[in-house]
Structures are given as C-alpha cells and as structure tokens.
C-alpha cells in the first residue's frame, strides 16, 4: 500500500521533524537521500523507520510506501531523491573527552554546523561540545554534514557545563590575535574552540584558554568563514598525524 495523503498520522509526525521543537520531544531526526541513508544504517544509527517512493521500493523493501507527491511534502531537498530515514538521536551525557575534540561556541549557521562536523569526523575530532549553537539534527545541518554526524558524539550543555566537563582539557581558542597555527605545537590532547560567525568567542572561554591561534591571511581578506576557519585550523592541529 502506497500513502498519498498528507494528513496520514506518519507523514504528519515526519514532517513535525523539521521543527527543532517536535525533534526534541520526539528524540528523533531526518536523514534524506540514499548516501546518507545506506551511511546511516553502515554507522549502526538507531533507525525507527524508512520511507520511500515506489521506484525505490525494491532496494529497500522495509520501507513504507509514500507517493511521490507526499515525498516532496515531506522532503527538505531541492531534487528529492526518494528516499529518507528516521533515526534515534542519540543522548550523550556531558563528559570529558577520549581525544582531542571541538568546543563550537553560539555557531548559528546550521549549514556551518554541518559543515564543521564534516571536517571534524574526516580529520579525527569525534567528540563535539556545542553551547548554543544550530541544532546539529536539522536538517540542513544533517545534510551539511555528509554523514559525519553519525560517526560523532555531539555534547550540548551550557557554558558552565561544558567547561566543567572539559576540566583539565587546554583549550585552544581561534583568534585572531593568536598564533600562528601553522607554527603552533599543540598539546598532545587538546580542545579546539570555534567561536560565532560574528562575536567570536565569548569572554569566559577566553578567560579559560591555554592558547590562541590564528590562520594568517593576505591583507585584502579580512576573515574566513567558519566552517573553513575551522577545517584549517583542525587539520594544522593534527598535521602530523597525516604526514
């Protein structure tokens, strides 16, 4: 059986999920298109459920069926694929850090979110502190993320929270004022603080730094976005484990 209407009691409650609210109540998000649901499944992601269109429904014959038109109702893409799956999200209680790992501070953007969770899963930070920042589990985020977001714990709290619970940790603060990252011998453990797309990093956490570094830039470039202010400073930090 094919649902067709928008009004069916499961569409009503996926789409819900678009809103940060219902996401929270529920415990649950959206993962969209087949790289990111067959990567899903791949990373041990608790799925509660898949939908699909028809012309998918051979290669996943778990799904429920939905019409093409209630997909597109349903689907945050510009070309809708077909595809989508509902997962758990997981409850990571605040705790020190395993390695080295992200401190995101106020980074609204939910596409810099993403993007930063990218970057972060590729280079070896698998362990994300965010204090009130974009919902890493919207959708854009989600998407922005290209499955990183399966393969790292994210730790959302306060300031005091998160602070406490990096107890011991040197946080690195990026700075404009710092060091120079490229010449910068890091800790053998650390914490990499990005701050927010305009503000920058918040007093306290400043206060709280062992180290500033700063990616140094041509005179016509006033700053980086970011995301990418964040990819090259995790990569100069770790340079040496790819080498």
Request: aromatic fraction near 8%; glycine fraction near 6%; charged fraction near 25%.
């Amino acid at each position: 059986m094919v649902i067709t209407s928008k009004s069916n009691p499961l569409v009503r409650d996926i789409y819900k999920l678009k809103d940060k609210k219902f996401r929270k109540e529920r415990g649950l998000y959206i993962a969209e298109g087949v790289k990111l649901v067959n990567e899903s499944s791949l990373a041990g992601c608790a799925v509660e459920r898949l939908v699909c269109t028809p012309r998918f429904a051979e290669s996943y014959p778990e799904a429920t069926l939905i019409s093409e038109e209630v997909y597109s109702y349903l689907s945050d893409e510009k070309s809708p694929q077909g595809v989508m799956a509902v997962i758990k999200i997981p409850q990571n209680a605040l705790c020190a850090p395993q390695g080295n790992c992200l401190l995101l501070d106020r980074i609204r953007d939910p596409g810099n979110i993403g993007a930063i969770i990218r970057t972060a899963n590729a280079a070896g930070y698998r362990e994300i502190y965010t204090i009130d920042c974009a919902d890493p589990y919207s959708p854009k985020a989600v998407r922005s993320s290209m499955s990183g977001i399966f393969f790292v714990k994210v730790f959302d709290g306060s300031e005091n929270e998160v602070l406490s619970a990096l107890s011991g940790v040197p946080v690195i603060c990026a700075d404009m004022d710092g060091e120079n990252v490229f010449k910068f011998d890091p800790p053998p453990k650390f914490c990499l603080c990005i701050g927010n797309e305009g503000s920058g990093i918040s007093d306290k956490i400043m206060e709280r730094a062992k180290f500033r570094v700063k990616i140094p830039m041509d005179n016509s470039t006033e700053s980086l976005n970011a995301a990418v202010s964040a990819g090259i400073a995790m990569y100069a930090l770790v340079r040496r484990k790819f080498m």
